[in-house]
């Protein structure tokens, strides 16, 4: 069956520090991937998306990588700070659908 | 606030009763998504609309619940006879597809948090 796994315990980091997020799938083939970050009580906000043949992206302070060998992609924080305390959701878009993970929690400490 | 609005953003009801959603999207998006969330999960899709066609229904919940966008504009969501199963919170999305090959951002509500006693 068609999986989508973010760790479900929430990662604690220091203030500067670089958070990094996991998401791992099983039995999709995606042309792309999708990040989204979500405040408690709100809606998902969209952070970035990586093409099946983009091997990395950046936007400002965000890094996310894509291998669709080990069909796996990683996101990552650098210089984090308290604001970037939130759930971030990766999603899979398959069928004119969109996938999400469960979420992981990121409570970034000052 | 990223455009899309939801109406109510709070409702309570009693089980049995019937409750309808209301979204308003991007006034440019031909793409208007429902999702289901419950607590600790990430968003579950439910159905999407093409301006006024519904082009996907097979993942909504049951036949209590049901969608329309009749002028391809606003979305109603409805949930007929409901359960305590149904309390969640409810999440509209639109987005512009232009080319099949376009990718999909999508802009998300703020929701609307049912809850069944």
């Known amino acids: 069956s068609q999986k989508i796994e973010q760790n479900s315990e929430a990662l604690n980091i220091q203030e500067g520090k670089t958070a990094t997020l996991t998401c791992n799938y099983t039995?999709?083939?995606?042309?792309?991937l999708q990040w989204y970050r979500q405040d408690p009580g709100r809606g998902p906000v969209f952070l970035l998306l990586?093409?099946?043949?983009?091997k990395e992206k950046r936007k400002e302070r965000l890094k996310v990588t894509f291998d669709t060998t080990l069909k796996q992609s990683l996101f990552h924080i650098t210089a984090s700070q308290p604001a970037d305390s939130a759930t971030y959701l990766c999603?899979?878009?398959?069928?004119?659908?969109?996938?999400f993970g469960g979420g992981t929690r990121l409570m970034v400490k000052p | 606030d990223t455009g899309v609005s939801q109406d109510p953003r709070h409702k309570i009801t009693k089980r049995g009763q019937n409750v309808t959603f209301r979204c308003d999207p991007i006034?440019?998006?031909?793409?208007l998504y429902w999702y289901r969330q419950t607590l600790g999960q990430g968003p579950e899709f439910l159905t999407y609309?093409?301006?006024?066609?519904?082009?996907?229904k097979s993942r909504l919940l049951s036949d209590r619940f049901s969608a329309e966008r009749p002028k391809g504009s606003f979305s109603t969501l409805e949930i007929q006879r409901t359960e305590q199963g149904d309390s969640a919170m409810y999440l509209c999305?639109?987005?512009?597809?232009?080319?099949?090959?376009?990718?999909?951002?999508?802009?998300f509500g703020p929701g609307t948090r049912l809850t069944v006693l």
């Open positions: 999603a899979l878009e398959a069928g004119n659908m969109l996938t």
């Open positions: 990586i093409r099946e043949n983009e």
């Open positions: 999305a639109s987005s512009l597809r232009i080319a099949a090959s376009s990718y999909n951002e999508q802009f």
């Open positions: 609309f093409q301006n006024e066609a519904q082009l996907e």
């Open positions: 006034s440019e998006h031909n793409r």
């Open positions: 039995n999709y083939s995606p042309a792309y």
